[in-house]
């Protein structure tokens, strides 16, 4: 497991360098004239649109701006987000803890209720519970998380005012977490507001970002739950044919007990792998959640990177997210091989 | 046996009511609950409005929420060359004067107390104020107006605003250009490092000649090389913002030197930088009242009251003075309109940027709605329980024209096959014909009506309402479908009605007035012949913008939005032959040749009448020769709570002075 662990990372760098290599070979389809217009709000004179891109180096062959690109990165420079409007390392250092938040908080509801739900139509396999969280398994894969997060946010938010319509924290909290008091003291800042607040005792801001959070875990939970109850409903249903279970049954054991302790700890392998997976995925950024609450995470902060061209920008957090992919990816393996005695990684 | 499905739903229930209790107050004091000293965080008042109604306000009594679309690309004034950045210096920085609240062209003293100008217009003298002091404690002389001044002309970064002070101070448009241009420097991407440093040396001396400063007399003294009657409009804008000289040299700006000991130019290290490279870019120590407290890019913007604001006087009758009396400014920037929505019916938002198509989302939401720029322009009632205030029809200076290219790159994808029939040719809009053609067949009445929601006026020429040489009674085109079609039936001897054309009409995408224009003109082409065919296409921003660099744009729609209030920042981009579109169009060379010599002399004529006179013989040579389709002036629109109150609108001011604004229940 060591040797799979330590060659798996060794691949890490590998695997970056081509993405990266791959983001400049698509980019050399673009013309200077079409990445310049980052750098102008409004139709620039034709001279002064030479000027920039000159000045910003976009006239210079693909493999040179790669070259300068990669040589920066090893000295520890990720150079600056035009879109972003501060260095791409910080804003990554400053954005990642909400998303971080967000993930985990949605990871915890997601994977319960999906796993929970699913094992639920599978015991009741044809009956209306089946019938019924079938019909809401449907609903939830098919409906765009982007309409569903807007439902909620007009509905819970705007008409009945129960929740916050975005962002992290009210106004008065916001100014607490951003002063030099709430730094002060043993407590890290980790940039999660929950933590923080628990860390330090204060109930309020911790309710209060809870509060806020309500809404996009929900919208990220809910549908991404939908998923995973349909994965384990078709495991668990798979596991309840196998041949052993017949035998256990067959022996006298309670269904009870041969559910709890030979069908649901098999049928759980796939799930794991997906869980994990979602999981990753939502730590990649879960642009639609962050952009329809205001939430400063970086998926948003991405999105809106690609669609201007910020190339910097975009080849920082593809840098980032391929390391959260891979450990995630890693992560995964090695929970998967601990659960399942019969998958040796190696 | 209990049911999981039931506990588990009344588990999640149980939860979901424990946050929103616990946390709906919305109010926890800084420092509650944190074992911290209140007073070190930055308290705010949580006093609200109207408390308990449905509709109260969230914000605190003393805190302006503005949730907006988009931020600032920099705070350093002299950079900042767009109107939400310029919004932001406006409060964090004085300049010598400030515009007298709605009008454009009447100054009142600001950090100038008063000043004279010579009788050729060639020189501006200011008295400086005494007492005024920066955020970061530095006293206010007159050598930091004068460094301020210096150093944004030396700045003059790329696609900036510096050519507004180094036209009328130097006579140009662009230092390093200037620069090259005296040291015969020709080859392609050189920059102030191959010009020689005595020429480079020169033109910072010019520059620091032009403004100077006696601390002892308190005076300020600005030499121009061409009368510039709008000169002061300039100077109510905070690109000149005043900067403590000392405070921005312990930061590591410019010196407020040329060279060095060694003889060496080193003004050019500061010149052209990226807004990051500029000590001002997220931070401001100027003397306006408000204070930077935090810029998290790409989310918030927050100022906070500069208690020891100087103003003892109102600005104006009714005016502010003093320190600001909205305490905190939370500038929120949230791009996507149903979320600013959201936030507007919870009570969590002042002030939220509507988009002109959505107008009715917030109709029921208005209590008043004000048929003008400010609070005494004529009223309508609204809903009895509505929650905002609605300010419409006032001007902007803002016009968009359909500009045609007379010269089409042969490699354009957007002209057919180049011929007539399947195409049309590189220089088909040289014809007269063509042009009063596609003109005769814009609807501007449509245009306005489905396009921009009535709320518009049509252009009727490169110079917009209220400008000299502007006149409501100068002929404009009307929809005439004979006439459209009788003058492309006779274009290029008669062979377009006899072949037809095919071009293809690019907007950038996500511009739906555009859009609509473009669409208004391809059908109403299409009804005239079937020969005639115009395709609608949208480009993304950046491939709009290379089309247009390499002139492939048949028809190009653009805006223009005002730097200054007077006809010669309109005739120069739209007829110019160094103009931002007007360049781009190429004109034949006697038709520009004319326009050109009108505009120049319009430029340095100092009698009122005969400016008028010349830009009124522009605007009716834009109509004789149909240069564009001169579309529409856009009127504004605003939005805020109506508690909140002291807003006007300026065609000068972007968007919101903060200092100007208070709440009254």
Redesign the interface.
């Known amino acids: 497991m060591t040797s799979y662990i330590i060659r798996r990372l060794l691949i890490l760098p590998i695997i970056l360098l081509g993405v990266t290599i791959l983001i400049f070979a698509m980019l050399s389809q673009l013309s200077p004239g079409q990445r310049v217009a980052m750098y102008t709000r409004e139709v620039a004179s034709q001279e002064n649109i030479e000027r920039l891109i000159v000045q910003h180096g976009l006239d210079k062959p693909i493999y040179v701006q790669y070259f300068h690109w990669l040589s920066n990165v090893a000295r520890g420079n990720l150079g600056f987000s035009k879109t972003g409007g501060e260095p791409v390392f910080e804003m990554f250092v400053r954005l990642f803890p909400a998303t971080l938040e967000l993930a985990l908080l949605s990871t915890i509801p997601l994977i319960a209720l999906g796993i929970w739900l699913g094992i639920l139509a599978a015991l009741n396999h044809n009956k209306w519970p089946d019938q019924i969280l079938r019909v809401v398994s449907i609903i939830g894969t098919s409906l765009p998380l982007f309409v569903f997060a807007l439902l909620l946010l007009m509905f819970f938010a705007a008409r009945l005012r129960w929740f916050p319509p975005g962002d992290r924290l009210s106004l008065t909290n916001q100014a607490l977490v951003d002063s030099a008091a709430w730094r002060a003291g043993w407590a890290p800042v980790t940039g999660m507001y929950t933590l923080d607040a628990l860390l330090r005792g204060n109930v309020a801001v911790f309710l209060d970002a809870l509060h806020h959070l309500v809404l996009p875990v929900t919208s990220l939970a809910a549908l991404n739950c939908a998923v995973l109850l349909r994965v384990t409903r078709s495991s668990m249903l798979d596991t309840l044919r196998q041949d052993y279970i017949r035998t256990a049954l067959s022996k006298g054991l309670s269904y009870r007990t041969v559910v709890r302790k030979h069908a649901r700890p098999n049928a759980l392998l796939p799930v794991v792998t997906v869980g994990g997976l979602m999981l990753v995925a939502l730590l990649n950024g879960a642009a639609i959640t962050e952009t329809v609450y205001n939430l400063p995470g970086v998926g948003k902060r991405f999105v809106a990177a690609a669609a201007n061209l910020d190339v910097v920008t975009v080849l920082g957090f593809v840098l980032f997210e391929g390391v959260i992919l891979i450990l995630g990816n890693l992560v995964v393996d090695i929970l998967y091989a601990t659960i399942d005695p019969r998958i040796r990684l190696g | 046996m209990k049911s999981?499905?039931r506990s588990?739903i009344a588990a999640?229930a149980a939860l979901?009511l424990?946050?929103?209790v616990?946390?709906?107050g919305?109010?926890?004091?800084?420092?509650?609950?944190?074992?911290?000293?209140a007073g070190?965080?930055?308290?705010?008042v949580?006093e609200t409005t109207d408390a308990g109604a449905a509709n109260a306000s969230?914000?605190?009594a003393d805190?302006l929420?503005h949730v907006s679309i988009g931020?600032p690309?920099s705070l350093d004034p002299a950079w900042t060359y767009?109107t939400t950045g310029s919004m932001f210096e406006m409060n964090l920085y004085d300049s010598l004067v400030f515009y007298n609240r709605e009008k454009y062209d009447a100054f009142i003293p600001v950090l100038a107390t008063e000043w004279q100008t010579s009788e050729d217009g060639l020189t501006y003298t200011f008295n400086i104020r005494d007492g005024v002091t920066f955020h970061a404690g530095g006293t206010l002389e007159p050598h930091d107006i004068a460094y301020s001044l210096q150093r944004a002309m030396l700045q003059d970064r790329?696609?900036g605003p510096m050519a507004l002070y180094l036209e009328p101070v130097l006579g140009t448009s662009s230092l390093?250009?200037e620069a090259l241009g005296r040291a015969n420097v020709t080859k392609?991407?050189a920059t102030l490092a191959d010009v020689p440093a005595d020429v480079s040396i020169a033109l910072c001396e010019e520059v620091m000649a032009a403004v100077t400063a006696d601390d002892a007399a308190k005076t300020v003294t600005i030499k121009l090389k061409t009368a510039t009657p709008w000169f002061m409009q300039l100077l109510a804008q905070p690109w000149g913002g005043a900067m403590d000289q000392e405070w921005m040299v312990e930061q590591g700006d410019w010196d407020g030197k040329c060279k060095n000991d060694a003889g060496e130019a080193t003004w050019t290290a500061w010149n052209?930088p990226?807004?990051?490279e500029s000590k001002l870019f997220?931070v401001a120590n100027g003397t306006g009242p408000y204070k930077l407290e935090?810029w998290?890019?790409?989310?918030e913007i927050?100022l906070v009251a500069n208690e020891s604001y100087w103003r003892t006087e109102p600005m104006w009758e009714g005016g502010p003075s003093g320190p600001p009396a909205l305490k905190r400014v939370?500038f929120?920037k949230?791009?996507?309109w149903?979320?600013r929505?959201?936030?507007l019916?919870?009570?969590?938002a002042d002030v939220v940027d509507v988009p002109r198509d959505q107008v009715t989302a917030v109709e029921d939401m208005v209590s008043v709605t004000y048929n003008g720029g400010d609070a005494m322009a004529p009223s309508t009632p609204g809903a009895a329980d509505g929650i905002l205030q609605a300010f419409v029809g006032y001007p902007l200076a803002q016009m968009t024209a359909a500009m045609f290219t007379f010269d089409i790159a042969k490699d354009s994808p957007f002209i057919g096959s180049g011929q007539l029939g399947d195409g049309i040719p590189t220089d088909f809009f040289t014809d007269l014909d063509v042009r009063q053609g596609f003109n005769y067949c814009f609807d501007w009445e449509t245009m306005i009506r489905d396009g921009l929601q009535g709320e518009a006026v049509r252009a009727r020429g490169p110079i917009i309402a209220g400008l000299a040489g502007f006149s409501d009674t100068s002929p404009v085109y009307m929809l005439d479908p004979d006439k459209c079609g009788e003058h492309l039936a006779k274009a290029w001897g008669g062979q377009v009605g006899e072949k037809g054309f095919k071009m293809t009409l690019a907007y950038n995408e996500g511009n739906e007035a555009r859009r609509t224009a473009a669409e208004i003109l391809a059908a109403n082409v299409a009804t005239v012949s079937d020969k005639y065919v115009i395709e609608v296409q949208s480009l993304e921003?950046?491939?709009f913008?290379?089309a247009?660099?390499?002139e492939q744009l048949p028809i190009?729609i653009?805006g223009w939005s005002a730097d200054y209030m007077d006809a010669s920042n309109w005739v120069h981009p739209f007829m110019h032959s160094a103009g931002?579109?007007g360049?781009?169009q190429s004109f034949p060379a006697d038709m520009q040749a004319g326009f050109d010599a009108l505009i120049d002399q319009g430029v340095t004529e100092a009698d009122p009448a005969k400016r008028a006179e010349i830009y009124a013989q522009l605007q009716q040579q834009a109509y004789d020769n149909a240069i564009d389709i001169f579309l529409y002036q856009a009127t504004g629109r605003h939005y805020q709570r109506k508690e909140l109150k002291g807003w006007f609108a300026n065609p000068l001011i972007p968007e919101e002075y903060y200092y100007g604004l208070s709440k009254q229940p």
């Open positions: 999981p499905l588990s999640a979901l424990a946050v929103g616990g946390a709906c919305d109010s926890a004091e800084p420092g509650a609950d944190s074992g911290q000293p070190d965080a930055t308290a705010v949580t969230k914000v605190p805190t929420v931020e690309e767009e790329v696609d390093m250009g392609e991407g052209g990226d807004a990051q997220e935090s998290k890019h790409g989310q927050v939370v929120q949230v791009d996507e149903p979320t929505l959201a936030k019916q919870a009570g969590e921003w950046a491939t913008l290379e247009r660099r390499l190009s653009s931002a579109y360049r781009a």
